[in-house]
């Protein structure tokens, strides 16, 4: 931007005050590509969610699985784009809780940072959890035990994210690229066999395998509606476009692009992967024990389809705890410069990477380590309910942060990006009450909801323990011995 583009703005909106620096973004690289970008929200969209999760979830809903993907999907899509305005209105690796900073205050930025906490640790736990079962899947590993396997993927990633963020947007890279290859070649095939009628499983594939199976809602509407926390799970770890806009050089022109794709790609590879599902086999042959690609490639007699399936699966997995990793490491840091975080997170090694962050995370992994070894078979359910509360709430404070943001451009006090939200403040109102509404509705699933809804008290009174540990801290963000761990 020219000198004179800059005078003309300023005299424009004479009112409008710069925005507020965080001092978390000091000592960074700028080393993430737009390639990396791009795959990070790429791998965010796609995960097991889609490639394991999508099985349990045709069975118990049946083909209406799709509209609740596109629903829950278009909803992801207004929290990134709120979440990509902010990013351009100032770019920050403290993400959204560098924004409840500025928005909400300091306590907004503590529930903020340490829910997306809960959310990845315990998320990094269901992770490792699921590398151990499906390396399983394979005889060659079948006698190691799950908690050593476990913990081998776990050594494994963290190595990848203390090395640099170049190192971890290449691996993400990658990870993406197998996902995305995988998804369109079984689309492809799965084309093929609707478009020459192919039989698969004994059933000819079309618009007839859901009308003479019940329809779109064999089960009826209620089982749809308690799959929409699975459902928004599944998108979560969309909002590291954010947190990676903060280690790139050309954040205003990657965000834009990164952000507006995310829509498409939900409505291709969820939306599209599922309605071919539905129409290829009753939701009926579909479990919660095999991922619904390979029912379909096993039903037409493709040999080592489990083999593939389970490697991306698997990759997946390894895929979402590598950036589960990375994305606390930053937002930990964020908050330890204000005060609102143990001091040591603050802490960067050589290659600009803010390992106190990360490490704390790895510690939490590793009592899902311990987790796997006491109860092996009950160590991934426990962990994912727990998660589902974090990405929920992460979700609604993005969306509360960009009303307040909103509503002080109106008033002057800061400038909005021309890449905006469209139809604010009632896109802001009606994602926050569908989100709300989507964690009331999971108190009709006695077996996982009911359950998770109550560990939100539990979950409180931790926050505000918590808050009053740290109050006296959160004062002193300019001590200089915080300024010294980033040296």
């Known amino acids: 931007m020219s000198k004179d583009s800059v005078r003309t703005a300023e005299v424009a909106a004479p009112q409008a005050a710069a925005s507020p620096a965080d001092a978390g973004d000091a000592g960074y690289s700028k080393d993430l590509k737009h390639r990396h970008v791009n795959m990070i929200a790429i791998g965010g969209a796609i995960g097991t969610g889609l490639f394991l999760g999508a099985g349990g979830r045709l069975h118990s809903a049946g083909p209406a699985l799709a509209l609740a993907y596109l629903v829950c999907g278009v909803f992801a899509f207004f929290v990134v784009r709120a979440l990509g305005e902010l990013v351009l209105y100032r770019p920050s690796s403290g993400s959204f809780v560098s924004y409840a900073r500025e928005f909400l205050g300091e306590k907004g930025a503590y529930v903020a940072g340490w829910m997306y906490f809960l959310n990845w640790s315990t998320t990094g736990i269901a992770d490792i959890t699921a590398i151990a079962l499906y390396t399983h899947y394979w005889s060659l590993f079948t006698s190691i035990p799950q908690w050593v396997l ?69 089960h009826g509407a209620m089982p749809v509606v308690l799959v929409m926390q699975g459902v928004i799970f599944a998108y979560a770890a969309l909002e590291l476009v954010g947190v990676a806009a903060g280690e790139t050089a050309e954040p205003e022109k990657i965000v834009p692009r990164a952000v507006n794709s995310i829509m498409w790609r939900v409505g291709l590879f969820y939306v599209g992967s599922v309605v071919l599902l539905a129409v290829l086999l009753p939701g009926s042959l579909y479990s919660a024990d095999e991922s619904p690609f390979v029912t379909v490639l096993s039903k037409i007699g493709v040999s080592g389809a489990g083999d593939v399936m389970n490697l991306v699966v698997l990759t997946a997995a390894m895929s979402s705890l590598n950036s589960g990793l990375y994305s606390t490491g930053r937002i930990l840091r964020s908050m330890a410069m204000a005060g609102s975080a143990p001091r040591f997170t603050a802490r960067m090694n050589r290659s600009q990477v803010p390992y106190g962050g990360i490490l704390l995370t790895c510690a939490v992994c590793v009592l899902g380590v311990g987790l796997n070894y006491l109860m092996p078979g009950q160590a991934f359910e426990i962990v994912l309910n727990i998660a589902s509360l974090g990405v929920i709430s992460t979700w609604v404070i993005i969306m509360i942060c960009h009303l307040v943001f909103v509503r002080r451009a109106r008033a002057g006090l800061v400038r909005r990006p021309s890449f905006r939200l469209p139809g604010s403040p009632a896109t802001e109102i009606v994602t926050i009450v569908f989100l709300i509404a989507v964690l009331g509705l999971m108190w009709d699933d006695p077996e996982v909801g009911r359950r998770t809804l109550l560990l939100i008290p539990v979950v409180a009174a931790a926050l505000v323990a918590g808050w009053f540990a740290v109050r006296d801290r959160v004062s002193e963000a300019t001590d200089p011995e915080l300024s010294q761990l980033t040296e």
Do not use: D
């Open 150 to 218: 476990a913990l081998v993927a776990l050594t494994v990633v963290l190595a990848v994210n203390l090395i640099s963020v170049k190192i971890f947007g290449e691996m993400e890279f990658w990870f993406a690229i197998v996902k995305v290859a995988t998804l369109v070649a079984f689309m492809c095939v799965g084309i093929f066999l609707l478009a020459t009628r192919h039989q698969v499983g004994g059933q000819t594939p079309g618009p007839g395998v859901i009308t003479e199976h019940g329809g779109l809602l064999p």
